[in-house]
């Protein structure tokens, strides 16, 4: 209200907004809007190390398309999205609910459950990686011990991608239950006691309370776990380095493999500029929803 | 009027600060190395660095890469115009590079230096520069290397074997021979898309031994005598894999990984692009090093009954063509390459790669007949030698990059493709690799 009361006030006040929002203005635009209208631009041009920008169209999509790594790189993001962020999530919620009940030893459990999270990824995917060894890993010395045969995990496609998602379940998992476990705390004690009091079991309780009042936090968790899993670079260069015979690749490394290894900064950037759309929408759901939560 | 003369005295003393600063400015150069195997590497890094300032008072600001990483370093390091004055890459991207015009001539230190250098080393330095529409020398071939075959020597004599055999099948032969007697794995080379040379380049050197010539006078020829050549190298790459021959995970290899599954004798024999496996028994199993194991010259004639080339590489020395400091980058490299510094430097690596000077490969550390690993691989220069194909034509070079021949090989180790369908995807890609240039 007082904002706009006078020409004078309203003036100086915005002044001093815009003074403060400045800073973070000046990042946004540096390091994001700059960085991202740079590369829809770049998508479109022939932009390879040493050659200035030089426009052509649609070209790059179109050689991308065709490019058979890179349309297996697009299924592999949408297993690797669909699948991974799916099931953790569902796993994360159940083990949240489990963990927000009271028994001996809560505390200790929960932090070992945080230790994942908490361990360096770098290190902990050097760890997969040596455990999961064909010739000297851990898991295939045991093998043979219950009369298996030893497996190739990182060296088929199915088994590989499948050791890319556990791994990614593992590390993530905590965070998740984490955030769901403060979302059930959240849910007002009296509710469960009236419910209890009109005689609803356990599993009522669970249907009828706990998932309603997590619905609206669980879409949100969805959203932002497919938008930051889709930009996951680390776990796939770092477990198959995108093998076997570039069989396992995901958008982020395919694009990596564009940019520093051939030097073309066109087709690395095309190929994010793809799935813009879709990052879009998602970035849209959880703004929306969260406008929702925030005044529903 | 006294506050304006004090304001005009400050400025004149700023000034004068300013121009002598920029003045009294050391000069340097920034390096960025690959310093990724041994405190030996590193420590010889030191001391040039260390020589070179103290006899020019330029001062190196130095830091140390794996290979792979400091490939993507300098990529982005050019692009971004914030290069290293000086560096080294490896040999596809250099082509690559070069070909963009991104480096600088250096014809005139290799002309300083050419009457002694190994010609191969510098055919190899002879590069494309499609910018410019030109040839020339656009690195300092600073290392050479080549495909090391290591064994174990025990395994042959329990095969019965004195010496290894020298003819193609022969000498294979008593690989397979021992593994029925030892039990242990007779082969070991990598095929996956972990590795970098440890996969192209064994590729391209049994294609050369089956008779192929992909590149010839500066064009790609993928007819079909070099598709049956690509096939037939294919196949003997990937059997002993198939039959059983090898250890079971060489389908998720690194570049490390053949170097530690023959150092615990996990197989018989292996390839690889340097000495580092015979380095280490050197240095923590000397007694192995010497009655134990050893390093073989190629088996001539080839599986053809032909001889064939044996290929060899360079590690190039670079100086980006947007270097911050091109003066001080061309005297350091001068530094680098007189035969008296370079020669305590490619010493102290110890034989992991050859040097780019004859006289130097005289030397008795490098022609001692008596060395079981230094010297059958010195022979590797001095019989037909050739470069690898990737260095005679930026698309092949882009192919190579793009891990065309990894492909190739996974689709019939991992997809269980038939070979001749899998050579034809590769050469269907090569071709189109080649094609945009």
Known sequence: MGVARTREGWGREAWQSYLFVLPFLALFVSFILYPLLSEVYYSFT????????????????????????????????????????????????????FLNREF???????????LPWAAATIS????????????????????????????????????????????????????????????????????????????????????????????????????????????????????????????????????YRFAFRFGEFDNASACFVLLFPVMLVLILLVIRKLEASAYG | MKVSRLMSIGIALLLVLALASGALAQRKVTLWWTVE????????????????????????????????????????????????????????????????????????LIEKYKGDMIPSGVEASYLVNSKAGKRSYYCIPWGLYTLTINYWTTDIKKAGYD???????????????AQTVTGIPAVGWSLSDRAEFDVSWPVEQFIMAFGGRLIKDGKLDVGPENRKAVIEALKFHTKWYLEGKSPKGVTEWGDPDNNTNLQTHKMSVTLNATLSIPRWFYDKERDKYFNETASAN????????????????????????????????????????????????????????????????DDAYFANPKDPHIFPTRQHFFGPAAPVNWMLHPGYAKFVIGHGWHKMVSRVVVDKWPPEKAADEALEALKRAVERY
């Open chain 1, 46 to 97: 022939r932009y390879e190390i040493g050659l200035a920008p030089r426009f052509v169209g649609l070209k790059n999509f179109a050689g991308l398309i065709q490019d058979s790594d890179y349309r297996q790189s697009i299924l592999n993001t949408l297993i690797y999205v669909g699948m991974g962020v799916n099931a953790k999530l569902a796993l994360a919620l159940l083990i949240a609910i």
């Open chain 1, 104 to 114: 001996a030893g809560r505390s200790l459990v929960q932090s070992l459950f945080l």
């Open chain 1, 124 to 255: 902990s995917l050097l760890s997969f990686r040596w455990m999961l060894d064909t010739d000297f890993g851990v898991v295939n010395a045991l093998l043979p011990l219950v009369g298996l045969q030893r497996i190739q995990w990182l060296g088929q496609y199915s088994t590989a991608m499948a050791i890319i998602l556990m791994y990614h379940i593992w590390k993530y998992l905590p965070f998740w239950t984490l955030i769901f476990l403060s979302g059930l705390k959240g849910i007002p004690p009296d509710v469960y006691e009236a419910a209890r009091v009109d005689g609803a079991s356990p599993v009522q309780l669970l249907r009828w309370i706990t998932l309603p009042m997590m619905k609206g936090l669980y879409i949100i968790c969805t959203l932002i776990s497919a938008i930051w899993t889709m930009g996951d670079f680390i776990t796939v260069y770092l477990l198959t380095g995108g093998g076997p015979g570039q069989s396992t690749n995901v958008l982020a490394t395919i694009a």
């Open chain 2, 37 to 108: 195997y041994s405190a030996e590497e590193k420590a010889a890094l030191e001391a040039i660095v260390n020589d070179f300032q103290k006899e020019t008072g330029i001062k190196v600001e130095w830091s140390g890469y794996s290979s792979t990483d400091l490939w993507a370093k300098v990529m982005a390091g050019i692009e971004a115009g914030n290069p290293p004055d000086i560096s080294q890459v490896l040999s596809h991207s250099l082509v690559l590079l070069a070909d963009r015009g991104l480096l600088a001539d250096v014809s005139d």
């Open chain 2, 163 to 177: 010496k290894l055999p020298t003819d193609w099948q022969g000498f294979w032969g008593a690989f397979e021979k």
């Open chain 2, 298 to 361: 190629y088996p001539q004639p080839g599986p053809l009954g032909t001889p064939y080339p044996v290929l060899t590489n360079i590690y190039p020395m670079i100086i980006p063509a947007n270097a911050p400091n091109m003066k001080e980058a061309k005297a350091f490299a001068d530094f680098w390459i007189q035969k008296r510094n370079y020669d305590k430097y490619i010493r102290g690596l110890e034989a992991r790669f050859f040097p780019m000077y004859k006289s130097t490969f």
